[in-house]
């Protein structure tokens, strides 16, 4: 992952341990002054709350722990790898877009940032500048022309 997938995560592992946590034990206890735990919605709402967010910290933990950060910023050359922006025409419309290759983790089509695992990083890797990838879509088969390949 990059280091500002890193970041992400660990900025959401310390809200989650130091502002969701408090506020779901003060729920639960408030739930529990309210008398009847088994007809207690409050008190059920609060609980499961509890065990989601416990897990969601788990799973950061865990992704934090085993993550390799690769600074994008080091790496350097002319083929598609991993961390690379990829300037692509769209050879049906002439559209121009870019797209970052990352982690699964970090993935945001909306912000420009592709799973290293989605088919159009996949048809990418390994391409340079100046080479028309063919990309299998769920919409069907799109053709891009790579037009620039830099590290950011």
């Known amino acids: 992952m990059t280091a ?5 995560l660990e900025v959401e ?5 130091q502002e969701d946590r408090p ?3 003060a729920a639960i206890s408030e739930a529990r002054s309210h008398g ?3 007809e207690n919605a409050e008190y059920h709402a609060a609980k499961e709350a509890q065990a989601h967010n416990e897990g969601r910290i788990a799973e950061l933990e865990d992704k934090l722990s085993r993550s390799e950060v690769i600074d994008v910023s080091k790496l350097s050359g002319n083929t598609i ?3 690379a922006t990829v300037s692509l025409i769209d050879e049906d419309t002439e559209e121009e877009r870019a797209y970052q290759i990352v982690g699964e983790t970090e993935a945001d089509v909306k912000e420009g940032r592709v799973s290293i695992t989605s088919p ?12 028309t990838v063919e990309v299998n879509t769920p919409g069907g088969g799109k053709s891009y022309e790579i037009t620039k390949v830099a590290f950011k």
């Open 36 to 38: 009847d735990l088994s």
């Open 120 to 131: 159009i990083a996949r048809a990418l890797i390994g391409k340079k500048a100046g080479d």
């Open 81 to 83: 790898k991993f961390g």
């Open 23 to 25: 506020r779901i034990i």
């Open 13 to 17: 592992l310390k809200r989650r341990q």
């Open 4 to 8: 500002l997938g890193y970041v992400a």
